[in-house]
């Protein structure tokens, strides 16, 4: 079975200063992870993907994420926030072969003008 | 527009009657996907079919929920006797996939059917 633990319920940054979502994992096998974004009243649109290519991966918006197997951890990070990346952002993994996304429990990103 | 499209939108209905919602792909994909998601929380995979095929169901799915894509295009999932615990986001996606194996194809998601349930 596979998890995802999102730490933080809530971050709160000013707009030009980094971003930092932290996301741990739990797999039986190597995992896929992912992170998604959701607009209010839009559908959820993948940010970027681990797939055990290479360990740093570059999504869109300027959004990147690095996979550390020592310390399970997958954690979405950006260096100059902008308004727009205000959302929810969920942390998802999918295990080997399988076809289901398990979902993290949602952090909640919100930009200080 | 191209992307899934989910209809209604939103559903309010009174405990005990029957829902359905209907999810159209994007075009050509293969792979369809329902989702659940209840407020604070993550969605939560509920169904998938491969064409016509439903090919795995979740513990969640209770006898109540039926899913089907009759022609392997369209999809509707149906919530019979609905209770208030059925209140949720009903979220369907899409994805294109040649065949089985351990290559991740985008899941594509659509706006989702808000539904209340009094």
């Known amino acids: 079975a596979q998890s995802v633990t999102q730490l933080d319920s809530h971050v709160s940054v000013s707009e030009g200063t980094p971003v930092l979502l932290r996301c741990n994992y739990s797999?039986?096998?190597?995992?896929?992870l992912f992170w998604y974004v959701q607009h209010p009243n839009k559908g959820l649109q993948l940010l970027l993907k681990y797939t055990s290519a290479a360990t740093l991966v570059k999504g869109i918006n300027g959004f990147e994420a690095e996979f550390k197997k020592s310390e399970t951890s997958f954690h979405l990070t950006k260096p100059s926030a902008h308004m727009s990346d205000a959302a929810e952002y969920f942390c998802v993994v999918r295990g080997f072969g399988n076809e289901k996304l398990t979902f993290g429990t949602g952090t909640r990103l919100t930009i200080i003008p | 527009d191209t992307g899934v499209s989910q209809d209604p939108r939103h559903k309010i209905t009174k405990r005990g009657q029957n829902v359905t919602f209907r999810c159209d792909p994007i075009?050509?994909?293969?792979?369809l996907y329902w989702y659940r998601q209840t407020l604070g929380q993550g969605p939560e995979f509920l169904t998938y079919f491969q064409n016509e095929a439903q090919l795995e169901k979740s513990r969640l799915l209770s006898d109540r929920f039926s899913a089907e894509r009759p022609k392997g295009s369209f999809s509707t999932l149906e919530i019979q006797r609905t209770e208030q615990g059925d209140s949720a986001m009903y979220l369907c996606?899409?994805?294109?996939?040649?065949?089985?194996?351990?290559?991740?194809?985008?899941?594509?998601f659509g706006p989702g059917t808000r539904l209340t349930v009094t």
């Open positions: 996606a899409s994805s294109f996939s040649p065949g089985r194996g351990t290559v991740y194809y985008e899941q594509y």
């Open positions: 075009s050509e994909h293969n792979r």
């Open positions: 797999s039986s096998y190597s995992p896929s």
